[in-house]
C-alpha cells in the first residue's frame, strides 16, 4: 500500500467514526447538531404524549415506544425558542445518556432533522461566550458548514437538570 492509500484509507475509517457524526436539526431557525452515539432513533410528532403534572415547563409528558414510556422533553422551549408549533417537519429525537451506569432515553422535540453529517473536531471550535440567550454550557462548540454556523450540543448538560425531572419515570 502506498503513502496516499493509506492516508485515504485513514480518512475513510475517520469518518466512518460514530465521534465524528452528528445528526443536524433545528430548532426555531438555528442549526444544532448532536453526536449521533447519542441518538436512539428519530420519530415523527404524531405520538400521542400523555401530559405529567407539575413537571418543568419544557417536559411535555412521555409517550410509549414498545411499551416504554420515554419522557419528552420540547426543547426550543428548553433553549427559550418561541417557535414550538408542530407540523409535518417536527420530529422527536430519542436520546440516550447513562444516569448512575444505567442506560436513560429521553425524546427531545425539534422543529425538524436535517441530515447525519461528518464533522472532525479540528473544525469546532469554541462558541462566543456574548450574546447567548440560552445556558453556555450546552454547548460544546460551533463549526461553519457551507456558510452556515451549526452550533454543536452538550448533551449532558443539555439533560443535567433534567435528569431530576425524570426521576421516577421508568424508562429503560
Known amino acids: 500500500m502506498n503513502e496516499s492509500e493509506a492516508s485515504d484509507l485513514e480518512i475513510y475509517e475517520r469518518e466512518l467514526s460514530v465521534e465524528n457524526k452528528y445528526l443536524i436539526l433545528t430548532l426555531g431557525n438555528q442549526n444544532f447538531a448532536i453526536n449521533v452515539s447519542s441518538v436512539s432513533e ?19 409528558g412521555v409517550i410509549n415506544i414498545r411499551g416504554i414510556a420515554i419522557p419528552v422533553i420540547d426543547l426550543r422551549t428548553r433553549f427559550g425558542i418561541d417557535e414550538n408549533i408542530f407540523n409535518d417537519e417536527t420530529r422527536i429525537v430519542i436520546l440516550e ?8 432515553k429521553v425524546g427531545g422535540i425539534t422543529n425538524s432533522v436535517k441530515d447525519v453529517i461528518y464533522i472532525d473536531k479540528k473544525q469546532i471550535t469554541e462558541a462566543p461566550k ?43
Open 42 to 60: 428519530v420519530l415523527d410528532s404524531s405520538r400521542e404524549i400523555t401530559v405529567i403534572p407539575s413537571g418543568p415547563e419544557y417536559l411535555l
Open 97 to 104: 445518556y447513562y444516569e448512575k451506569d444505567q442506560l436513560c
Open 130 to 172: 456574548i450574546a447567548v440567550k440560552w445556558n453556555e454550557n450546552f454547548i460544546e462548540g460551533i463549526v461553519r458548514i457551507n456558510e452556515e454556523f451549526i452550533i454543536i450540543l452538550d448533551l449532558d448538560e443539555v439533560l443535567s437538570c433534567d435528569k431530576e425531572a425524570f426521576e421516577g419515570v421508568d424508562n429503560n
